[in-house]
């Protein structure tokens, strides 16, 4: 299975081009409210952000397939920015991953199949940091009333793959790419964060990584979470 581009906005040549990403189904959610955000949040900040390209995409959700497609879509679009969505079962609002671990459960994927290994790279480090500006997100979030949370937890199944390997490449690269993950509810029709607020949130969230640039952490480890 490859990636779907879901929506790509073309900007000015001086513009930044930004990828978001979201998965498809899994067992046990048949419906993935990432990728329906992706594809809202995509068109809305085309409307907000005219000098700047907008991609969506739709990675699948399997243990090799995803990995591998955030990178293409990586090299091929060259973005400035990366947000990636994924569903967590114990989210309540925006989830905000300060970094991903070398390591992986075995757990079946989409296709059925489990990883190969229980890291992903090997030899590769045991945490990266994310490269977003966290902390002004966070604050930005709050002072707009949506829930959001800083996590130094990303799981261990396909959303910690997809951002590990794409921290990676960006470090092997030396790329500046900023690089970060959003966790958001199963259901987005719960008060808690209903899916109007979430793509108000990503858009938020553009806007922060677009006024801030942060260096980039050269020891892998992650910021405090505070």
């Known amino acids: 299975m490859t990636d779907t581009v879901l929506q790509s906005g073309r900007g000015s040549l001086s513009g930044q081009s930004i990828l978001l990403t979201g998965f498809g189904p899994f067992p046990g959610v048949t419906v993935n409210a990432s990728a329906r955000l992706v594809a809202a949040a995509v068109e809305a900040a085309r409307a907000d952000y005219r000098d700047h390209s ?5 990675l699948p959700t399997e243990w090799i397939a995803a990995p591998s497609s955030a990178v293409d879509l990586m090299t091929r679009i060259k973005p400035s920015l990366v947000l990636h969505f994924g569903v967590a079962q114990d989210c309540t609002g925006l989830r905000i991953e300060t970094q991903a671990t070398n390591t992986c459960r075995m757990a079946t994927d989409a296709c059925g199949s489990k990883p190969l ?24 979030l709050a002072s707009r009333g949506i829930p959001a949370s800083l996590s130094n ?14 921290l ?13 993950f959003i966790h958001i509810p199963t259901d987005l029709q719960r008060p808690a964060l209903a899916f109007d607020t979430a793509v108000a949130g990503t858009l938020e969230i553009i806007a922060a990584c677009l006024e801030n640039h942060p260096p980039h952490p050269s020891n892998g480890q992650p910021p405090p979470v505070a």
């Open 54 to 58: 907008f991609f969506g995409a739709v």
């Open 117 to 140: 290994s229980p890291g992903l790279v090997q030899a590769g480090a045991d945490s990266l940091a994310v490269t977003l500006p966290i902390h002004q997100i966070a604050r930005r």
């Open 153 to 166: 937890d990303a799981g261990a199944y396909l959303c910690n793959a997809v951002l590990y390997c794409s």
């Open 168 to 180: 990676a490449f960006v470090r092997s690269a030396s790329l500046p790419t900023r690089v970060g």
